[in-house]
């Protein structure tokens, strides 16, 4: 789960994790998620991994600090594990998980890596060892300790736009009333099931496949239509 996006970062990730435990599938879950916004793709991850198969390891790089000292996480969550740099990535999934969660901070660092992607020469070499059931200097931390611990429970901004321009915000939409209406740019936008629901070229917010508050335009873009990109705000009338 990445903001790589098109290019060779996935690509040589996907071959490091494929060649070291050949009898895995490697899925890139999504490579688009904002650029450099940690604190916009948290609000993602517990959606994403709703109906996801249990007993599966989440590689999550979104490191605007990559080359730093920002430390990297690894945590057990049920039968999952994610690991992922310690910069707010996690918070919003620890804290609304409904499983039992262990935290470490891993030391572990290669003797070469390149200062620029270490998604390859780091965050990759931790998942292949996690997956071996290996630990690499390891040390216990508590949730409350992580970076960004702060953060609040859901985010009324946009958080990632997707194919369609549809919004994903991040926000549970069953957290939202049903006849909340948002405001964007003095047109009101109220709740419907789904597209067809509109008509044509109408916007609208509906709860999305992952739980979360979605806006989008019916066969249109609600991106360009309404203006609005990842870390836009959402205002709702009163």
């Given at each position: 789960m990445t903001d790589f996006g098109a290019g060779p970062y996935v690509g040589q990730i996907w071959l490091l994790l494929a060649a070291a435990r050949p009898a895995l599938p490697v899925i890139e879950l999504v490579g688009d998620l904002a650029p450099f916004r940690p604190d916009l793709a948290a609000f993602l991850l517990p959606g994403l991994l709703q109906r996801m198969p249990p007993g599966t390891l989440y590689l999550c790089v979104v490191d605007p600090g990559v080359?730093?000292?920002?430390?990297?996480?690894?945590?057990?969550?049920?039968?999952?594990?994610?690991?992922?740099?310690?910069?707010?990535?996690?918070?919003?999934?620890?804290r609304a998980a409904s499983e039992a969660v262990s935290l470490?901070?891993?030391?572990?660092?290669?003797?070469?890596?390149?200062?620029?992607?270490?998604?390859?020469?780091?965050?990759?070499?931790?998942?292949?060892?996690?997956?071996?059931?290996?630990?690499p200097a390891a040390v216990r931390m508590e949730p409350?300790?992580?970076?960004?611990?702060?953060?609040?429970?859901?985010?009324?901004?946009?958080?990632?736009?997707?194919?369609?321009?549809?919004?994903?915000?991040?926000?549970?939409?069953?957290?939202?009333?049903?006849?909340?209406?948002?405001?964007?740019?003095?047109?009101?936008?109220a709740?419907?099931?789904?597209?067809?629901?509109?008509?044509?070229?109408?916007?609208?917010?509906?709860?999305?496949a992952f739980g979360l508050l979605e806006i989008a335009v019916n066969q249109g873009r609600a991106d360009s239509r309404l203006g609005l990109s990842p870390g836009d705000p959402l205002r709702f009338d009163p």
């Amino acid at each position: 789960m990445t903001d790589f996006g098109a290019g060779p970062y996935v690509g040589q990730i996907w071959l490091l994790l494929a060649a070291a435990r050949p009898a895995l599938p490697v899925i890139e879950l999504v490579g688009d998620l904002a650029p450099f916004r940690p604190d916009l793709a948290a609000f993602l991850l517990p959606g994403l991994l709703q109906r996801m198969p249990p007993g599966t390891l989440y590689l999550c790089v979104v490191d605007p600090g990559v080359g730093t000292d920002r430390a990297i996480l690894a945590a057990e969550v049920g039968r999952d594990w994610l690991v992922a740099p310690d910069n707010g990535l996690l918070v919003p999934l620890l804290r609304a998980a409904s499983e039992a969660v262990s935290l470490w901070r891993i030391a572990w660092r290669p003797t070469a890596a390149s200062a620029t992607f270490h998604g390859r020469d780091i965050f990759t070499p931790i998942a292949q060892q996690v997956c071996a059931g290996v630990l690499p200097a390891a040390v216990r931390m508590e949730p409350g300790a992580m970076v960004g611990a702060e953060l609040p429970a859901a985010l009324a901004a946009v958080c990632y736009v997707d194919h369609y321009g549809n919004l994903v915000s991040g926000m549970r939409a069953a957290d939202v009333p049903h006849d909340a209406v948002i405001n964007v740019a003095g047109e009101r936008i109220a709740r419907a099931r789904t597209f067809s629901d509109v008509g044509v070229g109408q916007p609208f917010w509906y709860e999305n496949a992952f739980g979360l508050l979605e806006i989008a335009v019916n066969q249109g873009r609600a991106d360009s239509r309404l203006g609005l990109s990842p870390g836009d705000p959402l205002r709702f009338d009163p």
